[in-house]
């Protein structure tokens, strides 16, 4: 059920330990980065999402589209659709034809889509890597890792456009030796959206069986 949680591993809660020493050069491609989302009323993005685990001898590939408006969001993927209104959650199992609802409630959630792009303020050390390319495209590598050692990350690296400053990929990268890769293959900045794009319509899912759970 929470497959697809694995999307937005980069959105995992931390605790915020003390104060670190962050990197200035970091930090300002990063706000530069944060404030060219936080402007879009909203934006669509398409991705792949790249599993890796060398010692298993693990390789997976996914796909699917995000859709984000403040602290709503509307994630496909796996056969899965999770809509978030910003009070209630509603997570759709394709293969069962089923829906749960529960209310959405924040501070409890291992992830948290909406702020993907501001989570580096608070529980991270960042430090700024080196330039590379990425598509033939000049990106700035930015190398994050949290602040709780506890943390079942270790690390994060983004990799944000020098020129536009959106994010063109990230790794994600667990103790328990998985490598998460993610991919934005196609960025719609200001996707228009409306009172129905973050609500479920049961009236659209023909014979849906309906879990609530709040």
Known sequence: MKKYFALLALSVSFISGASAQQDPKAGKILDQMSAKYQAMKAFKATFTQTLENDAAKVKENLTGDITISGQKFRLKMSGQEVINNGQTMWTYM???NEVNISDYEPDEQEI????????YKKGYKYNYVQEAKEGGELVDIIELSPEDRNNPVYKVRLKVGRID??????QMYKKNGNRYTYRISKFQPNFPVDATTFNFDKNKYKGVKVIDLR
């Open 94 to 96: 394709k293969s069962e």
């Open 112 to 119: 948290s889509p909406s702020q993907i792009y501001t989570l």
């Open 165 to 170: 400053k959106t994010v063109k990929s990230w």
